[in-house]
């Protein structure tokens, strides 16, 4: 090997193996690890006359509108960055069937029927959120 393909080949090394080291480093999911602290989110739902912006979007925003979720990541295709009304309704596969919270997919991962449960790799939704989001729905689904 001459003097000089010495270095080139080094370099070359080094190249391959920054290259390998970003694209790992930047391929995290939230099912890989999550990055925000596990926090308990503070949103409670009344009884009835559930608002999307007053209730089901800012539970989004504090418990899945996560970089490593479905922020801007937007895994699974899903990205609940406000406003994410438009995004939720129109998400393929359905996520959520208006009057219909038994069969809204949506409802589904969050209580465990359907598996992976959301929030991934968190702490579930209570019984008063999960209830609040199907109230919601059964309520119409409306953009309130």
């Known amino acids: 090997m001459s003097p000089l393909q010495s270095p080139r080949r080094r370099y070359r090394e080094a190249v391959v193996f920054l290259s390998l080291l970003v694209t790992?480093?930047?391929?995290?999911?939230?099912?890989?690890?999550?990055?925000?602290?596990d926090q308990p989110i503070n949103i409670v739902f009344p009884d009835s006359l559930i608002s999307y912006s007053q209730?089901?979007?800012?539970l989004f925003q504090q418990g899945c509108a996560l970089s490593a979720c479905h922020g801007s990541a937007s895994q699974g295709g899903?990205?609940?960055?406000?406003?994410?009304?438009?995004?939720?309704?129109?998400?393929?596969?359905r996520l959520v069937v208006a009057m219909e919270a038994d069969n809204s997919l949506l409802v589904q991962r969050l209580d465990g029927r359907v598996q992976p449960r959301m929030p991934l790799?968190?702490?579930?939704?209570?019984?008063?959120?999960i209830n609040g989001i199907k109230k919601w729905i059964n309520e119409g689904a409306a953009n309130n």
């Open 55 to 58: 209730h089901v979007e800012p």
């Open 24 to 37: 790992v480093t930047s391929t995290n999911s939230c099912e890989d690890a999550v990055t925000e602290p």
């Open 121 to 129: 790799n968190r702490t579930p939704l209570n019984e008063n959120q």
């Open 78 to 93: 899903l990205n609940l960055d406000a406003p994410s009304y438009s995004k939720l309704i129109n998400h393929q596969p």
